[in-house]
């Protein structure tokens, strides 16, 4: 290392071949790079990484809102049909009435006997 710095320091006359020696020694600190090898490969991993969670993410959202989408038209479905059984059951209630039931069976021409008149009430 101290001949390298006597070197230096020394003023003889450089020939050609030492000056272009000098200057590509000179470029090649200069090309100094500002990450390695190692850490580019590890930058660039975390970047795929990053990407490939965020392109998951985004997948499992899409997923999740179709769901609940599928969800909510059930659910629309259902009250649906439960305003229609609602209803059906008061069109029965109000075709089983009873007077109902006798003045359509006068308009026929049958004639029923009070004695033998049996009501039946909700029948498994």
Known sequence: MSAERLRQYQTLPHRKDQTSHQTEHHAEQAKKTLFTKGEKFLYTLGILVITCFAIYMVMFSTSVNSLNRDIQQLD?????????NVSLHAEVQELSNPTRILTIAEKHGLDIKNSN???ANNTP
């Open 76 to 84: 629309s479905n259902i009250e649906t049909i439960q305003s229609q």
């Open 117 to 119: 008149v049996k009501q």
